[in-house]
């Protein structure tokens, strides 16, 4: 079939301009309505979605062998920026043959075509799709991509949009004997793009694409990695060398090899060095021209921080802690307290624990275990121990025939402060509670309260013995006056 110069349009162009059209705003609005949303779009300002491509393209031919993928665009990086915090991204895929939709939210997403990992250090999410070809036609899905965060000057939720597509297209008779791409595009729907000639200019480079090149990862614990072909390795690469590692500090431990080849990805992996850096580099000659082409990536030994917590604890009182593992993509981590055989509370790690003992829990030892990879890592001991007995702090003249007593009591009693209920006195004395309870500045454990204490009969000696008793019936131990010593 022939075909006029005016048909011949570049189907990479046709993509293009789709993709733009994705972008463009609704002019349906009308004034009134674009006034009242003013006030939300310029706090949304603040928070904003970038794409790094705004098509994913998937090029397949078919052949008496079968499908063979020429080019795969198999990832796509959505980064955010703004003063925000707590990020939630959520990604609606609409297949716009049959208009099937799927929803993928909530973290990290593992399906069987689609699969986002989020990554808070890189302030970016990656999309990643895997073609399906179950009939011989293009096929085109709208990715639709909504971020909510926290906006950290206001205080209030933020809202940011973008959409991207992805594209499947047939062709046939791809390749002759000089490389050059012809013939025509397979379509069977409606909406056909037509008959488009291809040149060698048109299909970029088999090309190794690494995307993020820095792992972070714990020392000693496994790492892997996938390296992407936008090809195949069969039809498209000649050899494959040798990995190609570098330690620094020389002798760190890390170690990197191939563990498994796909039909368009490498899957690299290791021990991560004990300290220092690993950079590894992958290369191949591509069948095409013979060129060399590689990709190259770091592994870095992230530290652990010691976890943070009380080495005691007292019933009734709350505490926090921080188990302080690192959030690591691939890393699966976990924190438990444990209670002699049984798991009192599990935690994923990275997130704060809090932990309020009863009285039954008095005299226990719990244990706070962290785990990387499902292997414990270390474990930490936590006692729970009694609430002290009150104390006298302070028993001293306050003018004549006038006595000041403080106390300090400790802990909570039913969710209350545990507070000295009775001055137990011997001797020629009564008292009176001068100032209301008052916590300890330094901690809401210990409180201190003040008590006045003048002679029963002013015409006796004014001498006493007393103690304090708390709440729980602790009893302080006595503490001894007598005017004029």
């Known amino acids: 079939m022939t075909i006029g110069r005016a048909r011949k349009i570049d189907i990479y162009f046709v993509l293009y301009l789709a993709a733009l059209l994705f ?8 004034k009134n309505e674009t006034n009242n949303e003013f006030q939300p779009t310029v706090l949304e300002q603040s928070f904003s979605l970038y794409l790094e491509k705004t098509s994913l393209l998937c090029t397949v031919s078919i052949d008496s062998n079968g499908i063979n993928i020429l080019s795969f665009d198999s990832v796509n990086t959505i980064f955010y920026t703004g003063n925000v915090r707590n990020i ?22 593992t399906g069987k075509f689609f699969k986002v990992i989020e990554s808070k250090a890189e302030n970016a999410a990656y999309f990643y799709w895997q073609p399906t070809f179950d009939e011989f036609s293009n096929k085109s899905y709208i990715v639709d991509v909504t971020a909510y965060a926290i906006d950290n000057q206001f205080n209030n939720e933020v809202k940011s949009r973008t959409k991207f597509s992805l594209n499947i297209l047939f062709v046939r008779d791809i390749i002759s004997s000089q490389g050059v791409l012809a013939e ?75 563990i498994d080849l796909k039909s368009s990805a490498i899957v690299i992996g290791g021990r991560t060095p004990f300290s220092g850096n690993m950079k590894v580099e992958l290369a191949m000659f591509r069948k095409y021209d ?64 809090v932990i309020k003992p009863d009285a039954s829990d008095t005299g226990k030892i719990i244990v706070l275990e962290r785990y990387i990879n499902n292997n414990l890592r ?26 000041k007593l403080e106390t300090r009591s400790f802990g909570l009693y039913k969710g209350k402060e ?44 004014f001498e006493f013995k007393v103690r304090c008793t708390d709440n729980y019936g602790k009893k302080s131990n006595y503490e001894v006056f007598s005017e004029g010593k």
């Not at 972008?23 to 009308?30: A, E």
Request: proline fraction near 7%; aromatic fraction near 8%.
């Open 290 to 353: 013979g060129q060399k082409i590689s990709a190259e990536f770091n592994v870095v030994a992230k530290p652990i921080k010691q976890p943070d917590f009380p080495s005691e604890m007292f019933p009734e009182m709350s505490y926090v802690i921080k188990p302080n593992l690192p959030l690591l993509s691939g890393l699966s981590t976990s924190a438990i307290i444990r209670d002699g055989m049984s798991e009192r509370i599990v935690s994923d790690g990275f997130s704060d624990i």
């Open 23 to 30: 972008l463009l705003p609704d002019s349906k609005k009308d």
């Open 378 to 403: 270390d474990k930490f001991n936590i006692i729970i121990k009694s609430i002290p007995e009150p104390k006298i702090i302070r028993i001293g003249s306050d003018g004549p025939n006038k006595v």
């Open 88 to 109: 939630r991204m959520e990604f609606t895929v609409q297949d716009q043959k049959i208009g099937l939709t799927s929803v993928i939210d909530n973290g990290n997403y």
């Open 184 to 258: 025509n595009i397979i379509d069977s729907t409606s909406d056909a793009i037509g008959l488009t000639q291809f040149s060698e200019s048109s299909i970029r480079p088999v090309e190794l694409l690494a995307y993020s090149n820095i792992i972070e990862s714990i020392a000693y614990e496994n790492w892997s990695k996938q390296i992407f072909i936008n090809g195949t390795l069969s039809r498209d690469v000649n050899r494959i060398l040798p990995l190609k590692i570098i330690r620094t500090p020389e002798n760190n431990g890390g170690t990197a090899e191939i």
């Open 418 to 461: 545990n507070l000295v209920q009775l001055l137990e006195i011997e001797g020629n004395a009564k008292y009176f509670q001068k100032f209301g309870a008052l916590s300890s500045p330094s901690s809401e454990f210990e409180h201190s309260q003040f008590f006045e204490i003048v002679p029963k009969n002013p015409k006796e000696k």
